[in-house]
């Protein structure tokens, strides 16, 4: 499956350069309710602020080992490129999971935020094995659906563990992030051949274009067999 990382200019040639992404905090995503399930059964607090507190602290062990990368399955929107690619002057680099293993979790989409039983949670976080499967079972369950207005994302989510990644300043990276494809912003000065002067990717031969817009609708044509 491929799916697509936006960046700006300047992130998106250190990433092409260096073949690593920064990997997200989850306490620090954009959307406050992100990531941040309710509990249900929890014990009694005395307002939802306490609540709310309350299950931050029961989520923190998550999110103090725990990252995430955001990939969209689109690339033809104006929107995304327009809020995530620096207004069209940045870049998307399209990653194919078919084959790597690695677990992509989709997004989901609803007016609701997810709420967990708190001892069904506790339960499987004391059973054997415990760590695996709690975490598991809190990023499928959990970790995976945000507000409708963010449906035009189309998100999938990678996961993993901070301490596989390397600590850089004050963020964390992952390393053998090897897009397979890389598309340039409307805006973006950058041209195909700084991208394949930049880096060292046989496999990115035909596999670099320049988003253009659609002469009919408010889209973008992504065309890969056409060469600038």
């Not at 390393?175 to 394949?196: N, Y």
Request: proline share 4%; aromatic share 12%.
């Amino acid at each position: 499956m491929m799916v697509y990382r936006y960046l700006n200019e300047q992130f998106a040639l250190q990433a092409l350069q260096t073949n690593e992404l920064k990997v997200g905090r989850l306490g620090e995503l954009n959307d406050p309710a992100d990531c941040l399930p309710t509990l249900s059964g929890a014990p009694a607090q005395p307002n939802d602020e306490a609540s709310e507190a309350f299950e931050k602290r029961y989520f923190s062990e998550i999110y103090n080992d725990i990252g995430i990368i955001c990939f969209s399955s689109v690339v033809s929107d104006p929107v995304i490129w327009s809020h995530y690619a620096d207004a069209h002057r940045g870049m998307a680099l399209g990653f194919d999971f078919h084959e790597s293993g690695a677990k992509l979790f989709g997004v989901t989409y609803d007016e609701r935020r997810v709420s967990l039983d708190y001892e069904e949670t506790e339960k499987i976080r004391n059973e054997n094995d415990a760590e695996t499967k709690y975490f598991a079972s809190v990023i499928t369950t959990g970790f995976t659906r945000k507000a409708l207005s963010w449906e035009y994302e189309r998100e999938y989510r990678l996961f993993m563990n901070l301490h596989h990644c390397r600590m850089k300043g004050p963020h964390y990276f992952i390393a053998g992030m090897r897009p397979d494809r890389v598309v340039l912003g409307l805006k973006s000065r950058i041209t195909e051949a700084d991208v394949f002067r930049s880096i060292n990717h046989p496999g990115l031969k035909n596999g670099v274009t320049r988003a253009k817009m659609d002469r009919e609708k408010h889209s973008l044509v992504v065309d890969f067999n056409a060469r600038q």
